[in-house]
């Protein structure tokens, strides 16, 4: 792509020219040196214009119907005239950069309409890329007006906790009828999620759905809270039910969620330490590619690696000769 200077992409996501934002979304995917170094400052810029959306992570159990619960909810969001963006955290492909890219022919309705976007976030490969990716993503939204984004993330393990330390809100979306319904969910994300929601709670499938419902809320009974104002719920759904119902539920939900949190000085305060985070977790993940990209490292690696490797050297050992083998200096 051709670099433009900072003033073309600020001012164009600013005005709202869905091609200038994609182009924006573009520059801060690249990982050329001279269009990260441009995107950095734009991100800067937009920054004041930042902050007012609703930030909603969804994920769910393989099957729990996403895109087309994603789908329900942003047309129906879209018809009471927000604007919605849909993101994805998705490390699984490398290719593909993730299901997202299905989940656009999936959300054929949302994906042409006028006040929507749906975004894939390119994994190179990295949890903590995707997740930089998605996080830069969403600044450049909220800034082109854009006033709820949902991130998306597959599959139940490390990304959802990744997921949840960049929303507001964090939905766990689940089924019945597919066994033991608490099978396969880790602690740690039943205890970030805000609400889980049996999704699919139709025809002959409602009374399943009902009694799932009633296992998520005595789970959540045995989680220490993590919020003094706000205890996680637990709803039923369907994305194809007539009047959607459900959704709208949930909808309603967020917003008292985001009303008492607001009042309290809650979110403030948990925006305010997801910067500082995402700010500790950048730091981390640029040390480490310094490190390994400093020359004497890359000369020296082999051979340590095979010293640990025959048992000639402790780990212990390697690790402390290469952290200070090395001035800071030369390091960083």
Not at 3 to 21: A, E, F, N, S
Not at 78 to 105: C, E, F, N, Y
Not at 210 to 217: C, L, P, S, V, W
Not at 296 to 318: C, D, F, H, M, Y
Request: glycine share 8%; net charge neutral; hydrophobic share 40%.
């Amino acid at each position: 792509m051709t670099l433009k200077d900072d003033t073309y992409y600020v001012q164009g996501v600013l005005d709202r020219d869905k091609r200038i934002i994609a182009k924006t979304i573009t520059l801060i995917e690249s990982s050329l040196a001279q269009h990260q170094k441009v995107a950095r400052r734009v991100i800067n810029h937009l920054l004041p214009h930042t902050g007012k959306a609703v930030r909603l992570g969804i994920s769910g159990v393989p099957g729990a119907g996403k895109s087309t619960f994603i789908e329900s909810l942003g047309t129906l969001l879209v018809a009471k005239s927000h604007r919605v963006a849909v993101l994805a955290v998705d490390p699984s492909s490398k290719r593909s950069g993730g299901s997202v890219l299905a989940d656009k022919t999936r959300m054929e309705e949302l994906s042409v309409a006028e006040n929507a976007v749906i975004r894939p976030s390119p994994s190179g490969g990295t949890l903590g890329g995707v997740a930089r990716k998605t996080r830069e993503t969403m600044l450049v939204c909220e800034a082109a007006g854009y006033d709820v984004m949902i991130v998306e993330t597959v599959g139940v393990g490390q990304s959802e906790i990744t997921v949840a330390s960049m929303v507001d809100f964090f939905l766990l979306l689940m089924i019945a009828g597919a066994g033991d319904e608490l099978q396969g969910i880790k602690k740690g994300v039943l205890e970030v999620a805000d609400a889980i929601a049996v999704n699919k709670a139709d025809g002959d499938n409602i009374d399943r759905a009902e009694r799932a419902a009633k296992q998520y809320e005595n789970a959540l009974h045995y989680l220490i809270p993590t919020s003094t104002i706000w205890s996680p719920k637990v709803m039923t759904c369907s994305s194809l039910a007539a009047g959607n119902a459900g959704i709208i539920k949930i909808w309603e939900t967020v917003l008292e969620h985001r009303r008492r949190h607001v009042e309290s000085g809650a979110l403030h305060r948990k925006r305010q330490d997801q910067a500082l985070d995402w700010m500790w977790s950048l730091l981390e993940e640029g040390l480490k590619e310094r490190f390994f990209g400093n020359p004497k490292i890359v000369s020296r690696l082999p051979q340590i690696k095979r010293s640990v490797k025959n048992g000639e050297t402790a780990p212990t050992v390697a690790a402390d000769e290469l952290l200070f083998s090395l001035d800071n200096q030369e390091v960083l």
